[in-house]
């Protein structure tokens, strides 16, 4: 399944600096190509990230994945295929453009911390959910800094944060041969670039669609409805996501 990974989102020919445009603005729509954008996938060994990693890669992208050991994101790489590479975390940061971070959420303060020069300057996506787990469900853990992604902004000063991809089903991702995508990728940030860049990204996947949805500040809802979706997933035996109407 090959997907043109040169993504048009929103073009015209105005030469702008997205650094000075509110995210929540429409106007100035440019066109995006991430094809020689280099994506790393920091929990890239786990389900999510190496379900994202390999649909960026059979995208045509050239994709990462950091684990905390070489040799366990190398052994994941080669079995992805596709000339996905396998690095240490920090050696992943350092050689993306973009990072995905998808670790669980428990490791998620302490990686990043680690990564704070590594991943200064670039575009960091968080889609870390943090979610506990009883005899009820799913359920959304408190977070002092309100969110996962806030907590990624408040300690990657010098990064630009966006929220995107709590939504996609793992299964679905790692489905390459009968799940077709479908449905939307809530991006939220504060840096119009930024969140034009991710949109952009999410459109590779082929079926689905970047849509913003709000500055950073917004992050914890999106966070946690991913609790309502599990839930929803274990009463009708599905993978729900989501899909916003009328836009």
């Known amino acids: 399944m090959e997907i043109d990974p040169h993504v048009r989102v929103n073009a015209n020919s105005d030469n702008i600096s997205h650094m000075t445009q ?3 603005s429409d106007k100035n729509k440019i066109e995006i190509d991430i094809s020689q954008k280099t994506i790393g996938v920091l929990g ?5 990230g190496r ?25 994941v790489a080669g079995e992805i295929g ?14 993306s453009d973009l990072v995905i971070v998808a670790v669980p959420w428990d490791g998620h303060k302490e990686l990043l911390e680690s990564l704070v020069i590594s991943l200064s300057g670039k575009i960091v996506v968080d889609c870390v959910n943090p979610l506990g787990f009883d005899k009820q469900g799913a359920f959304r853990l408190d977070v002092v800094e309100g969110s996962a992604a806030q907590q990624a902004q408040i300690i990657l000063a010098d990064s630009r944060v966006v929220a995107a991809f709590h939504h996609i089903s793992a299964k679905l991702l790692l489905d390459t041969d009968g799940a077709q995508l479908s449905g939307d990728v809530l991006v939220l940030g504060d840096d119009r670039e930024a969140t034009d860049l991710v949109s952009a990204l999410a459109e590779t996947l082929g079926g689905m669609r970047g849509v913003y949805a709000g500055r950073l500040r917004n992050a914890g809802q999106v966070e946690a409805f991913t609790a309502n979706l599990i839930s929803m997933n274990r009463r ?12």
């Open 22 to 24: 509110s995210p929540d």
């Open 44 to 48: 890239g060994t786990g389900e999510q």
């Open 51 to 75: 379900g994202l990693a390999t649909r960026f890669a059979l995208a045509g992208l050239s994709v990462i994945i950091g684990s905390r050991t070489a040799e366990r994101a190398n052994e």
């Open 82 to 95: 596709h000339s996905v590479k396998g690095m240490s975390n920090v050696d992943a940061a350092l050689a």
């Open 236 to 247: 009708y035996k599905g993978h729900a996501g989501v899909q916003i109407t009328d836009i």
